[in-house]
C-alpha cells in the first residue's frame, strides 16, 4: 500500500486521503457517527476517553499517529496525520548527530520536519545525555513511546514556561544536546541561542518554505546567524 500522510474527515464532506502520490476523495460522506466510532476505536486504543490538548490535538497509544479537530464540542471538522519513523540506518542523519552540529528542520506542515527530529532526538539518546522538550500534541515523543528518548519534558502551552524550561534545564543539567519541536515564538528564539552559547548541541524544527524564508524573518533568523528584532 502506499504510505499515507493524512486522512480528513470533515462532516458533510466526502473522504478525503492525501498519499504520496496526491489527494485521492472517496464516495463515502462523513457524518457526526463516523466521528464518534473513530473516537470510540481511539478510546478503546488508549485504555481512556481521548482528550484534546489545547491546541485540539489527541494521540494515540504507543503511536506517533495525530488526531486533530476544530473543536472539540459540536465539532464538524477531523484530520488523522500518519506519524512515521525513519529507520536508523539513514546515514546523513546519524552523520549531523555524531559530527555534534546542531540542526534546523525548516518544512511546511506535513514535509517531514518532525519525523527527521524524531530519528536525530533517539540517536544522539544512544550516546548523549539529551533532554526533549516534547511539541504539540506530543507529535515529536508519542505516546507512550518516551523511553526511547532522553529525559522528555512534556509541552506547555505558555511560550515563556517552554522557554525557562530550556534555560534550567541547560543551567542546572549540563545537557550535550537538546531537541525542540516547533520554535513558535521569539522567548523560544532566545532560549535556542542561549543554548547554542553555552556549546549544546541544538536540534528544532520551524516551519517556512525555504531557507530564504528563515532568513527573511525576523523572528527565525537569528537561529542561522542573522539579526532579529
Known sequence: LEPIQNIYLNKGNRLMVLANSGLYMFEHVITSDDHEYILERIAEINGKKVEFSSDLR????????????????????????????????????????????????????GSGKTTHLRLAAVLASMKKATFVLDGPGSELVGNDMSTIMGNVIPWVDEPEERAANM???????????????????????????????????????????????????????????????
Open 58 to 109: 489527541a494521540g494515540i497509544r504507543r503511536s506517533f499517529h495525530r488526531l486533530s479537530v476544530d473543536k472539540v464540542k459540536g465539532m464538524t471538522k477531523m484530520s488523522f496525520r500518519n506519524g512515521s519513523f525513519m529507520s536508523e540506518d539513514n546515514f546523513q542523519i546519524a552523520d549531523l548527530v555524531e559530527s555534534g552540529e546542531s540542526i534546523l528542520f525548516i518544512g511546511k506542515p
Open 167 to 229: 534555560i534550567r534545564i541547560i543551567e542546572s543539567h549540563s545537557p550535550q544536546v537538546m531537541v525542540t519541536d516547533e520554535i513558535l515564538v521569539a522567548e523560544e528564539v532566545r532560549a535556542a541561542l542561549f543554548a547554542l552559547e553555552r556549546g549544546v548541541q541544538y536540534f528544532a524544527t520551524v516551519h517556512g518554505d525555504s531557507l530564504q524564508n528563515i532568513t527573511d524573518s525576523n523572528l527565525s533568523s537569528p537561529l542561522i546567524g542573522g539579526v532579529g528584532n
